[in-house]
Each structure stands twice: as structure tokens, then as C-alpha cells.
């Protein structure tokens, strides 16, 4: 009782064409402007639905339309199945450096660590800040070119040079700065987003920062070794209404760490895998854009496509 079907008059409208045109953005906000409000839900009857006005070009346009937003469609979902399987491998290959190492497991009579791997607590690794934020009323302190991260900002890529809000010179003074280099982790609510600092920034409260001392652990390894072992860190926030790691817990969280040239040799391994990710998720953002510029217009025929001869 919640789905409609709409049966479309092929005479009059090609069926894929049909489609599109009711997941036309436009469509979108005259449904909206149209829904019964209601208590945890809203909903659309059949005269809302029929009512919607829709561009009809001749069906030879039609299907011509549909072809090229089809296509659209086809190739955005073959570039997220290469995100995802590229996603699934990357947490394989992580599963096998970070537990085994770049060389051959060499299991000990005292140890599950690799040869020359040690356990180490987090704490040890470097400084830990937690972020703080500047006084929200004083505008002094924002608006200016210093990110400010925030959990909302972590997770989308590996290296973080922008937020969605900045801070001033003055802003920055009222808090803790945060190095290039720095791993910052999302600590509550967010648990386990993550993200390295490659500017000079500073993070709210949710947000705890490793500085590490690059003599123990390179800052890509140690981003990636923080990136396995979230679940274990989402484990350590347990179930309260707002998920937290206390800071204490946090520094005596235990991660194995190899040498610094296999630490690197991991790190440029994985980075790799990332970069592919990342190059196809930015063709996938780059034709979604493209896409949604294109399916209003050529709805509303603003853009007109071109027929072969002989077509209806």
C-alpha cells in the first residue's frame, strides 16, 4: 500500500523516457510541495502523481533521451562496482600487511607479531591532543583560512586540507594547532573516522590527534593501522546513548607496529589502492553532476538531441 505503479500509454511515451521524468529533480519538488504531512511520514495519492506536468517530445526524442541518460546511469554504477571491489580489496591487502607484514610471517614461540614487529600503545607513539573550539560568539576568531575539522569533514579522504568551517589566526591562538602530519580520529559520537592533517588545522572536541613521532611511526602507516582497528575503537566506545572514547582508553589502545621502512613499504602499498579509489570517485561525483545538469534540461527541452533520419 505504499508503492504506486504508474502504467504509461507507449503510444504516447516511451517507458524509460516515463521514468526519468519522474525522477526528474524538478518532479522531485513538485511532489514534495504536493505531500500530505503526517505524523513520521507524508504522503502523494494518484491525481498528485498524475498531475505532474511533463515535456513530451516526439518518441523518437524520447527513446533518444532515455539512451543517453541510461548510459549516464550505466556508467556511474560500473565506477561505484570499481570503488566497491577496489574498497573490498583494499581491506583484504590491509587484513594481510598490518597482521603479517610486506615479508612472510614469521611466527615466534612468544609473539603472534611478524619478525621484528612490537606491540605498542598508542600513547607511545607520539603526542595526543584532543580538539577544543574557540568561542563561537566571537567572530574574530572565524572566518578565516585555518581549517577546523570536525567529524563531519573525516572519512571522505585520506589526506584532509579543507573543513566546512575555518578559524582565524586569533581563533587558532584559543586552541591546540594541529601539524601536517598529524592522524586525527573522531572519538565520539563519530567513532573512528579519520583522516591526516596535510595543513596546518585544528579539530573540535569529538576529535583526538596523533602527532607522531615520526622516529617510531610514519604517518600513513599509522593512519591505516587506526583505519583497521576502528572496529576495535568503536568496541572501546561500548553502547551509551553518545558513543565515546575517553582520551585514557584512546592512548592505551594497542597497535603493531613494524619498522619504519616497512611501515612505509605498507603505507605506499595501500596509498596506491587509494588513489585508484580516489580517481574513480571523483569520475563518479564528475558524471553524477554532469548527469543531473543534463536530465533537467533535456526534460524540459532546453537541450534538443539529434535523430537519425528515418525515426518517428
Not at 49 to 70: D, F, M, T
Not at 149 to 167: F, K, M, Q, W, Y
Not at 282 to 303: F, H, N
Request: aromatic residues 6%.
Amino acid at each position: 500500500m505504499n508503492l504506486m505503479r504508474v502504467v504509461f500509454d507507449r503510444q504516447r511515451i516511451d517507458p524509460l523516457f516515463g521514468y526519468y521524468s519522474l525522477s526528474d529533480p524538478r518532479a522531485k519538488r513538485y511532489f514534495e510541495r504536493r505531500a500530505k504531512k503526517a505524523i513520521n511520514q507524508a504522503s502523494l495519492n494518484r491525481t498528485d502523481i498524475g498531475g505532474l506536468p511533463i515535456h513530451l517530445p516526439p518518441r523518437a526524442e524520447q527513446r533518444k533521451i532515455a539512451s543517453i541518460l541510461s548510459s549516464m546511469d550505466g556508467a556511474i554504477a560500473k565506477t561505484r562496482t570499481v570503488i566497491d571491489h577496489m574498497r573490498v580489496v583494499r581491506r583484504g591487502l590491509m587484513q594481510e600487511l598490518l597482521t603479517r607484514g610486506v615479508r612472510e610471517w614469521h611466527a615466534t614461540h612468544t609473539s603472534d607479531l611478524p619478525s621484528g614487529w612490537k606491540l605498542k600503545k598508542i600513547g607511545d607513539l607520539g603526542e595526543i591532543i584532543t580538539g577544543s573550539t574557540p568561542r563561537t560568539n566571537n567572530s574574530m576568531f572565524w572566518n578565516g583560512t585555518i581549517p577546523f575539522v570536525t567529524p563531519s569533514d573525516l572519512g571522505h579522504a585520506r589526506e584532509i586540507d579543507s573543513a566546512i568551517r575555518n578559524v582565524s589566526e586569533k581563533g587558532l591562538a584559543q586552541v591546540r594547532a594541529i601539524p601536517a602530519g598529524a592522524v586525527m580520529v573522531a572519538c565520539i559520537a563519530s567513532i573512528g573516522k579519520l583522516g591526516i592533517a596535510k595543513t596546518r588545522c585544528c579539530t573540535n572536541q569529538q576529535i583526538n590527534s596523533i602527532i607522531p613521532d615520526t622516529s617510531i611511526v610514519y604517518p600513513e602507516y599509522l593512519y591505516y593501522a587506526m583505519l583497521f582497528a576502528s572496529s576495535k575503537l568503536i568496541e572501546l566506545a561500548g553502547t551509551t546513548a553518545v558513543p565515546i572514547v575517553s582520551k585514557g582508553r584512546f592512548a592505551a589502545m594497542n597497535l603493531a607496529i613494524p619498522t619504519i621502512a616497512e611501515q612505509r613499504e605498507i603505507g605506499a602499498i595501500l596509498a596506491s589502492l587509494d588513489q585508484v579509489i580516489h580517481v574513480n570517485e571523483t569520475r563518479r561525483v564528475a558524471l553524477a553532476k554532469t548527469r543531473l545538469g543534463l536530465i533537467s534540461r533535456l526534460l524540459a527541452g532546453e537541450l534538443r538531441v539529434g535523430l537519425d533520419s528515418g525515426t518517428d
